[in-house]
């Protein structure tokens, strides 16, 4: 108790200079600022074409044959489909997916985790 009661003047005493030191740092604290009315106020509100602004418009530019190389860069389908010889082709192109849906499929099915405590 005794130690409580010595440092108990102190800290008050510090805690009432600290308080003091931020109300005399309250009171000092003033800005001072331009008055705007509506037209400056709107002046210096207005967009204006900033740099960085352009150059992400010259970027996101495409040309049509630009757009059009993209689209064949990821469908590259476009590119084969329109000289594919449906005539010679078709017909074996289809007995060869047929038949190799039928092997693998079966396969496939087989190899499946969850379906290998069905079998025997």
């Known amino acids: 108790m005794g130690l409580a009661d010595a440092s108990g003047p102190r800290d008050t005493q510090a805690l009432l200079s600290a308080t003091q030191a931020m109300e005399l740092r309250r009171r ?7 008055l705007l009315n509506q037209e400056h106020l709107e002046e210096l509100g207005r967009w204006g074409s900033a740099p960085r602004t352009h150059q992400w418009r010259t970027w996101l530019q495409c040309s049509r044959a ?20 449906v005539r010679d082709w078709l017909l074996g192109d289809l007995l060869s997916g047929l038949s190799v849906a ?18 025997p």
């Open 28 to 34: 000092d604290y003033h800005m001072e600022r331009p």
């Open 66 to 85: 630009q757009a059009y190389a993209l689209l064949l860069q990821h469908l590259p389908v476009l590119v084969w489909l329109p000289r594919y010889p």
């Open 102 to 119: 039928i092997m693998q499929l079966p396969q496939d099915l087989l190899s499946r985790p969850a379906l290998l405590p069905f079998y």
